[in-house]
């Protein structure tokens, strides 16, 4: 099973970036779909963005899309998560997780198998 270590989280301000980075050991990551989801306090995980294996599937949340890009260096073993005019509301620890089901309308993990996630948090 591949295991993923998230990192890049931090303290930014609002309209700030940051680029999150998830580095995944015990496989490649070339066959898998990959998806980074979040979770705030007091509520649930969500899928933020997932992207596919091969055949170009792209997924963002509508709270994300326009703001945040996923892609993938196979090369490197790695997916990003760029995260561009961020919010508040977007203050949550980050999670990446691999397999999951990517599909146009969300990201749902296969297992629940996560790591520790890293924090975003954005504040004046």
């Known amino acids: 099973q591949v295991q993923v270590v998230e990192s890049g989280g931090g303290l930014v301000q609002p309209g700030g970036s940051l680029k999150l980075s998830c580095a995944a050991s015990?496989?490649?990551?070339?066959?898998?779909?990959i998806g980074w989801f979040r979770q705030a306090p007091g509520k649930e995980r969500e899928g933020v963005s997932c992207?596919?294996?091969?055949?170009?599937?792209?997924y963002y949340a509508d709270s994300v899309k326009g703001r945040f890009t996923i892609s993938r260096d196979n090369a490197k073993n790695t997916v990003y998560l760029q995260m561009n005019s961020l919010k508040p509301e977007d203050t949550a620890v980050y999670y990446c997780a691999a397999p999951v089901i990517c599909s146009a309308y969300g990201s749902y993990a296969i297992y629940d198998n996560w790591g520790q996630g890293t924090q975003v948090t954005v504040s004046t």
């Open positions: 015990g496989s490649t990551l070339d066959y898998y779909a």
């Open positions: 992207i596919s294996s091969g055949d170009g599937v792209i």
